[in-house]
């Protein structure tokens, strides 16, 4: 349990940190025969803050529980 609270939080400090990233895909715009054009995309992936926060809050739930259940 504390290897798994541990994760959470470091997985929501993270996710509190970068809100989002960035990639580029490459896509094909058109195919005909023997000409091809293609074109770069640039995706972006964001997530809201908040669920960097219930991370970090199920970490320190689940950090806390695990020291009780030993003691």
Avoid: C, H
Avoid at 54 to 67: F, K, P
Wanted: proline share 4%; glycine share 12%; aromatic share 8%.
């Amino acid at each position: 349990m504390k290897k798994l609270g541990l994760i959470l939080i470091v997985i929501g400090v993270i996710m509190l940190i970068w809100t989002g990233f960035r990639y580029t895909k490459k896509e094909t715009l058109v195919d005909a025969g023997p000409v091809e054009i293609n074109a770069d995309r640039e995706k972006q992936i964001n997530w809201p803050p908040y669920i960097g926060a219930i991370l970090i809050g199920g970490g320190v739930i689940a950090l806390l529980s695990s020291s009780k259940v030993k003691s």
